[in-house]
């Protein structure tokens, strides 16, 4: 809120972790020494190995990570093959679990420069979330690398301490699916079945179509407190949820869009796209399940006789990385796919020999 912008207040403090503070101490930043000396900049990047998870941060006190900020090598490889998890409160499971692209708002390892409510990624993959996130007693978030070469990683995570929290405040729940292809009849889960209560705050769903026709006539529906059969909130086709119309555009917006679309026929290439429930809040109170069908619709369509008779069921790959505020204690929102199922058929990923193996093999204003 523009509110907060002027308000003081005194019970918070502001603080940050990096590599070159990875506890976020007071007055404990920039100790490590490079050839320049003490302090300039002797730590601003980490290699993370080959199958290594490495600690990002483990903060213990209440508070709330306000911003984080990631980057790496720009490649599909490296943006589905890193994991971010993130624990609230001392819970055993991650409530966060998503490949690190997916996390930060984008399909299939790979997209345009876009800003939204939650996300804002580069033409070079400065990648940013915003969406706030709340913790009582401890906020653990780690990163790793399921592939076989090191992995150049830049990071830091901005938050506030003594922040006053409900015990029953929603903590931030992300995860990832993926079906390759999507069972013939069967709707798509954006988000399998929750218990409890929570807030649905949106998805990144990434599309890539198995022919030339129209893929987005399935509509996406909301179940919510019981809802068995049908719905309560249903939309009108999946372009329609992301606020687009007749088709996709590459329109990016503040809360909805599509941020990445590929192909000779801008509809029918892998896509990217996005909705966040933000000013109209989806609550659930009991139970939500939300889902989309795959629906395609045949030519010629010149009336709506024919757009009724077009439609056909369909098989595509789908994958969605979904985010909701959840209280604790909540189930687990994994496990996440296999890498190779993160990575299969990725068109847009290229050889991987042209990764740089080293961080000295490329400087890191050039990736």
């Known amino acids: 809120m523009m509110s907060e912008l002027y308000d003081l207040p005194s019970h918070l403090q502001s603080y940050s972790i990096t590599f070159e503070n990875p506890q976020g101490n007071k007055g404990a930043g920039g100790q490590a020494a490079s050839p320049l000396g003490v302090g300039r900049k002797g730590s601003p990047a980490r290699m993370l190995p080959a199958g ?9 006190a209440a508070g709330t990570i306000r911003h984080m900020w990631m980057t790496t090598y720009n490649v599909a490889d490296a943006l589905r093959g890193l994991v971010i998890r993130i624990y609230w409160d001392n819970q055993e499971w991650p409530s966060v679990e998503a490949p ?19 996300h804002s990624v580069t033409e070079k993959y400065g990648m940013n979330i915003w969406l706030p996130m709340p913790f009582q007693k401890r906020a653990q978030v780690t990163i790793s690398n399921d592939l076989d070469i090191d992995v150049l990683f830049f990071y830091q995570i901005d938050f506030t301490l003594g922040d006053r929290h409900a015990e029953n405040a929603g903590r931030l729940h992300a995860m990832f699916r993926r079906e390759n292809p999507t069972t013939l009849g069967k709707d798509f889960e954006i988000l399998p079945r929750r218990e409890g209560a929570g807030r649905y705050i949106g ?17 996406v529906k909301i179940y919510l407190d019981g809802d068995q059969d049908f719905a309560s909130i249903v939309g009108t086709g999946a372009e329609d ?11 990016a917006f503040h809360y909805h869009g599509a941020n990445f679309m590929h192909g000779e026929r ?20 009991e139970d939500i399940r939300v889902t989309v069908q795959q629906i395609g619709l ?31 204690p909540s189930r687990p929102v994994g496990p996440i796919p296999a890498l190779a199922a993160r990575l299969a058929d990725l068109d847009l990923t290229p050889d991987r020999s042209a990764l740089p193996l080293q961080a000295s093999s490329s400087h890191p204003s050039d990736m």
Request: hydrophobic share 35%; glycine share 12%; proline share 7%.
């Open 241 to 251: 949820y992301v606020g687009l119309s007749w088709g996709l555009q590459g329109n």
């Open 266 to 285: 801008l509809d029918t290439g892998p896509v990217s796209m996005y909705r966040w429930h933000v000013p109209d809040p989806v609550y659930w109170h």
């Open 52 to 60: 290594a998870t490495l600690s990002l941060a483990d903060i213990k």
């Open 298 to 328: 045949s030519p010629p369509v010149h009336t709506f006789a024919e757009y009724l008779g077009g439609l056909y069921d369909r098989q595509d790959d789908w994958s969605a990385c979904t985010f909701w505020y959840e209280a604790l």
């Open 100 to 118: 690190l692209g997916d996390f930060f708002g984008f399909a299939h390892g790979t997209t345009d420069p876009f800003s939204s409510v939650a």
């Open 203 to 219: 998805t990144v769903l990434g599309v890539r179509p198995t022919d030339s026709n129209w893929w987005g006539e399935g509509e």
